[in-house]
């Protein structure tokens, strides 16, 4: 029987906050995951000097239906709870999975002088491009969560002009499309900021203490908003005029998906409470870009059970085999 198009948890996952929570939930992990066993770590090359850290997991045993190519959210990484979920069940239906770390993310302070910023397309594309090209003549499919979710609509935009000649279907789970926002809204949700607050400012003192010539975050680090930290990180580190300068950069609105060559898919929820709703009624799609948008699901969430496959995973997949 196939997936439906509509999502609709039971009663007791509807709450936003309940999927939200449970998207990274370590609980979903537990256990064997041959797709963790199987990966093999690579440093990436990705232009300009710049080094990113990836893993792959093939197939051993047969050849792989295709590639997926896994992007994380902001502060999250190549083992966050939703990445080795989704990775597990890519793999056990027989893809094989390369998971990014984005610069500055998981353990990679040390590879680069330079922090991370969103507006970071170039390399992230590179570093996606070479992946794709791991797949050999197999397909490759690029899913991105959270502002990972907005990378993949922007690397879709960028094969306009630098085609990943093997990438069959794009999809963003949850994606950011104004960064501003989406910053408001979880400056809002008391229990998203405190977790964002504590994993950014872990990661500039990471930062801070690998390179102390370079970075002083004395100023930054007992701020309370992620609002004003963007803003102090921006005035004293950043190369833009302002914070709204710098988000303008990696905005998605109005029409900017459209026209784009490779199937791209938005899953997003009503309930979201990291990325306002209007954001998702204010882009246009159309032609090979469709948005999918739930009443629940959280941001990353879409649980139909605890220990089950996600529907946007169910779903995924579905796509991928109707494709290869």
Known sequence: MGVSESFAPPAW?????????????????LGNNPMELASEEMILDAGENIRLQGFLSRQKSVSANGLV???HGWEGSAHSTYIQHSGREFHAQGYAVFRLNFRDHGDTHHLNEGLFYGTLLEEVFTAVKYAAALAERAPAFL??????????LRIARRCLEN??????????????????????????????????????KRSLRIKQALYPHLYDFTRILP??????????????FGIF????????????????LMGLRIPTSIIASRDDPAIPVQDFLGIRTGGTTTLYLHDHG??????NALCAPTWYEAWITQTMQGLV
């Not at 509807?14 to 992990?29: K, M």
């Not at 085609?163 to 809002?188: C, G, K, W, Y």
């Open 143 to 152: 899913v991105g969560f959270s502002l990972g979710g907005n990378f993949a």
């Open 223 to 236: 701020m309370r908003t992620l609002r004003s930290m963007t803003d102090a990180l921006i005035e004293d």
């Open 163 to 200: 085609p990943i000649e093997n990438m069959q279907h794009i999809f963003a789970i949850s994606p950011v499309l104004d960064p501003s926002h989406a910053t408001d809204a979880i400056d809002r949700a008391w229990l998203l900021k405190e977790y964002f607050l504590r994993k950014w």
């Open 298 to 303: 959280g941001h990353n969430g879409f649980l």
């Open 13 to 29: 996952l509807r709450g936003r906050y309940v999927q939200t929570i449970l998207a990274s939930s370590r609980l979903r992990v």
């Open 241 to 256: 005029p302002g914070t709204q300068e710098y988000f303008e950069t990696y905005t998605i609105r109005d029409d900017a």
């Open 69 to 71: 190519i896994l992007l």
